[in-house]
């Protein structure tokens, strides 16, 4: 079996800085991201690269599935993808999200 990811920004929200996200998502969410949003810019990682990071540092993912629009997207993603993992030197499990709706795009409104 191989496991083969897409979504890993979660249709691009994880990406999207939080004063942009959707009325709709649950504000709490939405301060949580701002907390990471706050996290990532102090320790010097794009919120790609934590994305990215915590993706590779799961052993049961073979393979990550993501789309860019143009050459300048596709080298930025190699280059966040060959940074070093940031949660090598972090702690990970405290930017976990457990309510389900807002984690899966197919509930949003």
Known sequence: ISIHVRSVYLQGLLVTPSEHWPSFMRRQFVDHHSRLERFSHSCGYSLVELALGWVRQQRNIEAVVV????VSEFSSLIQAWNV???WES?????????????LDPRLWS
């Open 84 to 86: 070093p993992n940031p």
């Open 67 to 70: 789309g860019v629009t143009n």
């Open 90 to 102: 972090f702690e990970s499990s405290c930017w976990s999200w457990s309510y389900h709706e807002d």
